[in-house]
T-cell receptor, first 113, second 115 residues
Framework: KQEVTQIPAALSVPEGENLVLNCSFTDSAIYNLQWFRQDPGKGLTSLLLIQSSQREQTSGRLNASLDKSSGRSTLYIAASQPGDSATYLCAVRPVQSNYQLIWGAGTKLIIKP | DTAVSQTPKYLVTQMGNDKSIKCEQNLGHDTMYWYKQDSKKFLKIMFSYNNKELIINETVPNRFSPKSPDKAHLNLHINSLELGDSAVYFC??????????????FGPGTRLTVL
């Protein structure tokens, strides 16, 4: 059974720092992995989608990597800003039940001005 | 323009009542989903419709009844609300179903509080 874990559960860093959020999954048989951002009252915003054949994806200050064999993904945020404060969720689409996403519980990120 | 929209955003109601949450997507997608996010922040899929047909029903009590009048809408009706139904409900859509590279787009969520 696929399980997704995100560590740490919460992270607080000063503005301007580079940071890494971690996501691990137990079954490497996935189609893709997606990183989302959740802002209170604003739902979920898709940040990056990495296909199983890819190693990384970049969007602006965000870089997501995928190491399928070890069951790990990282989301790197460069030069963090207070506006980056949100909960970051990762989700995998498993091959076995590819109609759904299996979610981590998220990392709550606070960027201090 | 909002791609996936839900109404209402907040819903506070008494136990035993019946309520509905509406979802609409203007992306031209074939597939729509309902997720429930519990207090521990995990999202669990409840239902999925593909071209107005029910595809997934994940062990959800039959008090929950989804309805898809057309491809762009998937509404969720809940009968006899219970305290445990309190959660945030998210609607989502994707272009097609059963595609490996399928990306899902989410609505803003509906926070349901049952008193």
């Amino acid at each position: 059974k696929q399980e997704v874990t995100q560590i740490p559960a919460a992270l607080s860093v000063p503005e301007g720092e580079n940071l890494v959020l971690n996501c691990s999954f137990t079954d490497s048989a996935i189609y893709n992995l997606q990183w989302f951002r959740q802002d209170p009252g604003k739902g979920l915003t898709s940040l990056l989608l990495i296909q199983s054949s890819q190693r990384e994806q970049t969007s602006g200050r965000l870089n997501a990597s995928l190491d399928k064999s070890s069951g790990r993904s990282t989301l790197y945020i460069a030069a963090s800003q207070p506006g980056d404060s949100a909960t970051y969720l990762c989700a995998v689409r498993p091959v076995q039940s590819n109609y759904q996403l299996i979610w981590g519980a998220g990392t709550k990120l606070i960027i201090k001005p | 323009d909002t791609a996936v929209s839900q109404t209402p955003k907040y819903l506070v109601t008494q136990m035993g009542n019946d309520k509905s949450i509406k979802c609409e997507q203007n992306l031209g997608h074939d597939t729509m989903y309902w997720y429930k996010q519990d207090s521990k922040k995990f999202l669990k899929i409840m239902f999925s419709y593909n071209n107005k047909e029910l595809i997934i029903n994940e062990t959800v009590p039959n008090r929950f009844s989804p309805k898809s009048p057309d491809k762009a809408h998937l509404n969720l009706h809940i009968n006899s609300l219970e305290l445990g139904d309190s959660a945030v409900y998210f609607c989502a859509s994707s272009q097609v179903w059963l595609a490996g590279d399928n990306e899902q787009f989410f609505g803003p969520g509906t926070r349901l509080t049952v008193l």
